[in-house]
């Protein structure tokens, strides 16, 4: 498998779909991993905060891509903290809500979901880490105890700083590979 390819769990009709997310560093990025390893076993995590939710794109990823650079130009780099674990009701997804960063993360997701990238979302956008989705309805309450107590037990730090953002290809099944990264404007 390539180096820039990442498994995540995502429905498998959903290939040429592209999404924009950035990446959780390690060492909560690895915890998070296992985490969702624990909850789905054989998924192939790559824990991050999703800025654009996957969507087709209608013209050249190459193009896409450089529509969001110079879109993203504008954007300072910024904190996110994590905060509780939370179900989504509808979709049964177990997640991670944040306590900081989920302003600029709509501020970019309002200006970025535009142009050759544009999509109507079929839910309203929540940033968010995912732990654990397309899960057996019978399972959902016993993997969210779970998640709250590996949560509560994890000592190590709950935030993280978002300087880059990568845009991502699901290219067959699972399986997404990075097609750009683009940084953002740090303070000086």
Known sequence: MPENMNCVEAPPTQLSQFALVSYIPDPLGAFLDQLRLELV???SPHAHVTILPPRPVGCDPDRAARQLRELAAQFRDFEVE???VELFPVSKVIFISLWRGE???REMYRTLNQGTVAFRE???????TTLAQNIPPDQVDKLIRLAEKRWAEYKGPRSFRVHS??????????CWTDLASIELVSPS
């Open 41 to 43: 076993p054989g998924c």
């Open 82 to 84: 994590l905060g509780e």
């Open 103 to 105: 302003r600029e993360l």
């Open 122 to 128: 079929p839910f309203p956008y929540h940033p968010h």
């Open 165 to 174: 953002l990568d845009f991502v290809k699901n290219i067959y099944g699972n």
